[in-house]
């Protein structure tokens, strides 16, 4: 970063950890489902074409081959959420502290140069 960036990090605390928090709180738990929906949609769309399984919706159905199992996509995707929720939250968690962790470091890195030179 440069000079004039990192002397600005001490007003830009409150919204950076704004913007950490959005992203854990909110991010984290939208991508868990969306990679959810990814997932069981793959495998649902597999366990039908490859293996004629029914695809069990809760509301409806979509057939398969006759005497094929049934594949329940509401339970696979109720079950893999909320994991995929906490994935996703502790990834963006761990990319804030990370971040967070950097700038604090380079901030006070860049005071003690500017000390040092000041005693010179």
Known sequence: MASE???QWPAMRGRTLRALVRG?????PLIGIGISVV????TALMMHEFGGDTLD????QVPGKPGAPVFPVHTHFFTF?????IVGSTFFL???????????TEFR????????????
């Open 39 to 42: 997932l069981i949609a793959v």
């Open 94 to 104: 761990l990319l804030g502290v990370g971040m967070w962790v950097t700038l604090e």
């Open 24 to 28: 854990v709180l909110v991010k984290g």
């Open 5 to 7: 960036e990192i002397e």
């Open 81 to 85: 959420v909320p994991w995929a929720v």
């Open 109 to 120: 890195r860049h005071e003690k140069s500017a000390a040092r030179d000041g005693e010179s």
């Open 57 to 60: 919706f809760g509301w409806f």
